[in-house]
């Protein structure tokens, strides 16, 4: 069966690259995405999908194929923007294209079998975080699994990812001369400096991979005058998005207390929270036994512990994985000129493929021994009850 559905794949090579390549070109940053979301719902279309747009975001889709009836309902989610002043600085470009040759081999060379397979488009990634919004919406919640793939310097997986908020808060006070009326005044600058020292305070007292991180957007007007607008952002991360909670909440009293000190009022604007998924070791297995059947390049032990990402939201609900393909060096990062640079290479192309044939393996390895995907959702459901619980442990 692999060996079908590898042969598959390498029969669209042409056509996937020259996809990923049409993408790299446009550059669409996020929601921007029309051309690069249309031209994946053409083809998926084309081969025999039910194709609906608009998903959530005007640039998102869903794409459907059921054969026979009932089976289990398998996902996979594809990014497609492009980092604004710089491009497809993060291989978003060639992910539409590998979960495409993967639905499509699976979809010509398992006919026998019942399953539904499901490719989002999920767009905006890199800015708003477009998967949350989908799934706010009632979108992906249909799936028993998920997948997903990423250029990178490695071959691998990862374990954690970081739960994430984001708050702008905008500090009110009142303007007043600084020589002649101090007394006045009521700065809306001092409340934020307030909170900044504050979060400092709340270092001592949260888990060592907690990150508290802020600055100044607009600290209010000259250095003679008392400012009565001041405009602060903080972003708050952790490995674990309960005890994140507990850390908006105290924080949320930073700002409530710094503006009660300092007799300012202020307004929240609070952004899409990213989660931290819940690690699906089964499935990261399966995705590195296909990765080394297929002799995928520069294989590596998974990563403990990474940023934050709008698939954590995703993993946080169903279980799933995402495989990371190498095609640029081992010291490149991503949003570089160094990724940038291999987008359109050799390698970038085979690692389409690569991408492609490891989640059609890992599919079919689902779909051909049901007690897999049984032991993938115990798994899940038990490391989320633990969640529940308290005593969650990635």
């Known amino acids: 069966m692999k060996e079908l559905l590898s042969s598959a794949i390498d029969a669209r090579k042409k ?48 794409a459907t ?8 309902t398998i996902g996979i989610l594809v990014e497609y923007d492009a980092l604004e002043g710089i491009g497809h600085a993060c291989s978003h470009h060639l992910q539409g ?22 490719l989002y488009g999920t767009p905006a990634e890199e800015t708003l975080g477009g998967k949350i919004v989908m799934l706010d919406a009632g979108y992906m919640k249909e799936l ?27 500090f009110h006070g009142v303007k007043s001369h600084a020589a002649i009326a101090p007394e006045k005044g009521r700065s809306a600058f001092d409340a934020a400096l307030l909170s900044f020292h504050a979060l400092e305070m709340l270092r001592e007292h ?5 990150r508290m991180h802020y600055t100044i957007r607009n600290a209010g007007g000259p250095p003679n005058v008392v400012p009565d607008t001041a405009v602060a ?24 207390g710094a503006s009660l000190m300092t007799s300012t009022t202020y307004e929240v604007q609070r952004d899409l929270p990213f989660k931290s998924k819940i690690v699906s070791h089964t499935v990261n297995d399966l995705l590195m036994k296909n990765a080394a059947y297929e002799h995928a390049p520069c294989i590596a032990p998974p990563r403990p512990k990474t940023g934050s990402s709008d698939f954590g939201n995703v993993l946080y609900e169903i279980p799933g994985s995402c495989i990371r393909i190498a095609f640029v060096g081992k010291n490149a ?62």
Request: charged share 25%; net charge negative.
């Open 144 to 170: 028993d699994l998920v997948f997903m793939s990423h250029g990178s310097p490695t071959t691998g997986v990862d374990e954690k990812c970081m739960a994430l908020e984001n708050f702008v808060i905008t």
């Open 233 to 256: 952002e903080y972003t708050l991360r952790s490995y674990n998005t309960a005890t994140l909670n507990e850390i908006v909440d105290r924080f949320l009293n930073i700002i409530r």
């Open 333 to 394: 990062s991503a949003h570089s000129e160094e990724y940038l640079r291999a987008g359109k290479t050799k390698a970038a192309h085979d690692a389409i493929l690569y991408a492609a044939k490891i989640i059609a393996d890992s599919i079919a390895d689902v779909l051909m021994d049901p007690d897999l995907l049984k032991s993938i959702k115990q798994e899940f459901a038990e490391a989320k009850k633990a969640l529940a619980d308290g005593g969650y442990q990635a």
């Open 97 to 118: 294209p590998s979960g495409i040759g993967a639905a499509i081999a699976v979809k010509e060379c398992i006919r026998d079998l019942p399953y539904r397979l499901v």
């Open 65 to 72: 194929y059921q054969n026979l009836e009932g089976g289990p």
């Open 206 to 210: 949260v888990p060592e991979d907690t």
């Open 15 to 62: 056509d996937l690259t020259a996809m990923a390549d049409q993408i790299f070109d446009w550059a669409e940053i996020s929601g921007k995405e029309y051309q690069s979301s249309a031209l994946l719902m053409d083809y998926l279309r084309k081969e025999g999908f039910s194709v609906e747009q608009g998903t959530g975001l005007e640039t998102a889709f869903r």
